[in-house]
């Protein structure tokens, strides 16, 4: 069981890409998702996080305004629309997965604690450059 990321690629100064997170083996609905980065030479950063029930939402400082994370469990998908973007975002993409418990479908994952997710996935690349 692992998570599929896609969407990347290489985008101008400005532009926008939306990522997108596939389950692969396991049900989507009842994990929190969190969206991370790591650049070369940097450790890894939690970007974004949804609710299992995708009903909050939390952002590093860097991404709000700019980064919109959503869900559809319908479709287990969790989406990570990102716009203006600028060449200090590029880095690879990964999502990640993990169980809060039975009655935490409305709390958010930790962007702290890349050690507590139970799934990755392998990750995409996004550079911005001109």
């Known amino acids: 069981s692992q998570l599929v990321e896609s969407g990347g690629g290489l985008v101008q100064p400005g532009g926008s890409l939306k990522l997108t997170c596939k389950p692969s083996?396991?049900?989507?609905?009842?994990?929190?998702i969190g969206w991370f980065r790591q650049a070369p030479g940097k450790e890894r950063e939690g970007v974004s996080g949804i609710s299992a029930r995708g009903d909050s939402t939390v952002y590093a400082d860097s991404v709000k305004g700019r980064f919109t994370i959503s869900r559809s469990n319908a479709e287990s998908t969790v989406y990570l629309q990102m716009n203006s973007l600028k060449p200090e975002v590029t880095a690879v993409y990964y999502c990640a997965a993990v169980v809060l418990g039975p009655s935490a479908g409305s709390r958010t994952p930790s962007l702290d604690m890349p050690g507590d997710y139970d799934y990755w996935g392998q990750g995409t690349q996004v550079t911005v450059s001109s």
């Open positions: 083996g396991f049900r989507l609905d009842v994990y929190a």
